[in-house]
């Protein structure tokens, strides 16, 4: 299965959702104007993609809360406060999107509606009164799509996606870049909450259902992937347990014992501080104790070796499953960092030239990090318009906090290490100490030594892709050479020189400088 030839919605001939081909030249990298809304069962929500081909960016984000599916398993029809609440929201989202020039609109709805009665009545009045048309996806089209979703965020990532909404919950498996079994079950927090025979009831319900899951799916043992609102607010609960200090959702990683940790804090904690302190919506907060329930249980049957947390899933999956392979296989990392050096550097292209230059200082690097530090030398120079004495402290919290995809959060904090040193020596007496941590002192200075060489080489603009001279590293004998070309000699004024020489003194080496003869 690639993503692009399953029928109904994944059908080539009616390109899925969309209704349009968005990626018609696999060369493009930049994508247009990109509106999509995701009707589900507790929320309503209005995603505008711009930016990076690869990585989009959100250009606007907006969620109502409006609760479709509230009552659903006992009516068997959409809650009618809800309806009206997502009526007005869905009409809002139709002017907002004429006004950012993102239409047509892309509209797919979920457990709710495709399992309400009145589910076509209301896709129907939707059409009539803001001509948005709206696609019912089917559960196990759902689970591809998030699993798709996931594999926009993480190149060759593997393991089991798990996708909760408000009435439903999802499981897919990923794994080389395919998407394999998926299931649908009712497991969602909205549902939950009507199971009878309260805690003792809910726990059993939870438990057959997951077994089931199991015995359809078989065994899982590597990473859990979760999608969905529910999951997300667990995750800054196990947050705000362990006082962690980068609050970024997407990479955040909990073990099986955290999960079970924070389970039992959700229970013990007074949940309107929680809320409080987490900054989780009541609405949200309401279905978190039956969602954290799933969760334990899910953990306990399928005994992950790790959990990570996505803030991809169906909407990012709708564009992904339109990508040529040619596309879904560059780096979206690479990819955001080109489209952020194109917009905002003041030289761009740069980049890869001071990459070049610098990489002989790394060359026994890992492929992994030297990816990190082509991702550094791209963004070295997008900050340039804030003001000097808060430049470092931009650029640090530009790369801790941005919406980039494929970073673990240690990866993070290196890349944002990094730019802080382009721009300061040194990185005491920040707000950010706090992170550091998070890298052992190897890799603190590893990321100092990074920045420092993107500071000098900074110093050596010439001509596009003009190399200024090459650097020797000799680790073993601590002596860097640096040959200059005659063109670039005269750019060696007093403070690069002394820029060099800092970068000697971070490798606690001898320097060695020669014009190129």
């Keep these: 299965m690639d993503g692009t030839s399953d029928p109904g919605i994944g059908d080539d001939h009616d390109w899925g959702p969309f209704q349009r081909p968005l990626f018609a030249d696999p060369s493009v990298r930049h994508l247009s104007r990109v509106g999509v809304v995701d009707v589900g069962s507790n929320s309503v929500r209005l995603v ?22 509230a009552g659903l398993s006992d009516t068997g029809r959409l809650n009618p406060e809800g309806r009206k609440r997502a009526l007005a929201a ?3 989202f139709q002017l907002l999107a004429h006004g950012m020039d993102a239409t047509p609109l892309t509209a797919v709805a979920t457990a709710a509606v495709r399992d309400a009665e009145d589910g076509p009545e209301f896709v129907a009045e939707v ?19 998030s699993a798709q979703g996931v594999m926009l965020g993480w190149p060759g990532s593997y393991g089991l996606v798990c996708d909760i909404g408000g009435s439903s919950m999802e499981l897919a498996e990923i794994k080389g870049g395919q998407v394999g079994r998926r ?38 043992r590597d990473r859990l992937f979760l999608v969905g609102g ?12 362990l006082n962690y200090p980068l609050h970024v959702l997407h990479e955040y990683r909990m073990s099986p014992k955290a999960v079970r940790a924070t389970t039992k804090y959700i229970r013990e904690e007074d949940l309107a501080a929680l809320r409080a302190r987490c900054s989780i919506s009541s609405a949200r907060m309401d279905l978190v104790p039956f969602a954290s329930e799933v969760l334990s249980e899910v953990v306990t049957a399928f005994r992950p070796h790790d959990i990570a947390v996505s803030s991809y899933g169906i909407r990012e999956g709708m ?3 339109q990508m040529p392979q040619a596309l879904r296989d560059r780096d979206p990392l690479i990819e955001a960092c080109r489209f952020a050096e194109a917009k905002d550097a003041r030289m761009p292209g740069f980049g890869r030239t001071l990459y070049n230059f610098i990489l002989p200082i790394f060359k026994s690097a890992k492929p992994e990090k030297k990816r990190i ?11 340039w318009r804030a003001h000097p004495d808060y430049r470092a402290e931009v650029c640090f919290d530009n790369a801790t906090r941005a919406n980039l995809g494929g970073l673990k959060h240690s990866e993070r904090i290196f890349l944002g290490l990094a730019l802080l040193h382009r721009y300061r020596n040194k990185r005491e007496g920040t707000s950010f100490e706090g992170l550091y941590p998070f890298l052992d002192p190897v ?11 993107m500071r000098f080489g900074a110093m050596l603009w010439l001509e596009r892709d003009t190399i200024p001279g090459e650097f020797r590293w000799f680790p073993k004998k601590k002596v860097l050479e640096l040959r200059v070309t005659e063109a670039a000699w005269p750019l060696l004024g007093e403070v690069a020189m002394a820029r060099l020489k800092s970068l000697a003194s971070s490798l606690n080496a001898e320097l060695d400088v020669s014009m190129m003869r």
């Design 48 to 69: 505008v993609f711009d930016g990076a081909a690869r990585s989009p960016a959100y250009f606007y984000n907006e969620k109502i809360m409006c609760a479709l599916g």
């Design 90 to 92: 869905l009409h809002r």
């Design 127 to 145: 059409e009539r009164l803001t001509g948005l048309k709206i696609q019912v996806i089917p559960g196990e089209e759902e689970a591809r799509l």
């Design 183 to 220: 299931v649908t079950s009712p497991l969602g927090p909205l549902k939950l909450r009507e199971v009878p025979g309260g805690r003792k009831g809910r726990r059993a319900f939870i438990k057959e259902q997951v077994s089931k899951l199991a015995a359809e799916m078989g065994a899982q």
């Design 230 to 241: 529910s999951w997300r607010a667990i995750a800054r609960i196990d947050m705000d347990r």
């Design 319 to 321: 564009l992904y499953q």
């Design 373 to 383: 530090i082509r991702a550094a030398c791209l963004l070295h120079d997008v900050t």
């Design 443 to 453: 890799e603190q200075q590893q990321a100092e030594v990074v920045g420092k060489a």
